[in-house]
């Protein structure tokens, strides 16, 4: 069973950067694809970001394209999120998940598990 903890989430005013984490344990996250999602109060859960298993390939949502970008470091089996040029509106509380589906399929939340317990991000104007 994969244990994932996030981390990293703060208060950072609009316009800065904030790097949160994803730190698995018990079990290698290297063969699977992994996601980054948030949801806001009131709201659902959506889709930020996702990377496959292997790393070159990556999808974001339109929202925090050419802000955030989505990587990460098989040997530490972790996976991180660089959130850049904030904006109050990213602020939520962001999770990541494992991809139970081989390839990429949107960022339903459906197709992820093992979910953390989340990192706030807030963002003030």
């Known amino acids: 069973q994969v244990h994932l903890v996030e981390s990293g989430g703060g208060l950072v005013q609009a316009g800065g950067s904030l790097r949160l984490s994803c730190a698995a344990s018990?079990?290698?996250?290297?063969?699977?694809?992994m996601g980054w999602f948030r949801q806001a109060p009131g709201k659902e859960r959506e889709f930020v970001a996702h990377i496959s298993w292997s790393g070159p390939n990556t999808y974001y949502a339109d929202s925090v394209k050419g802000r955030f970008t989505i990587s990460r470091d098989n040997a530490k089996n972790t996976v991180y999120l660089q959130m850049s040029s904030l904006k109050p509106e990213d602020t939520a509380v962001y999770y990541c998940a494992v991809g139970v589906k081989r390839y990429y399929n949107g960022g339903d939340p459906m197709d992820y598990a093992n979910w953390g317990q989340g990192t706030q991000v807030t963002v003030s104007s």
């Open positions: 018990g079990r290698t996250v290297s063969r699977y694809g």
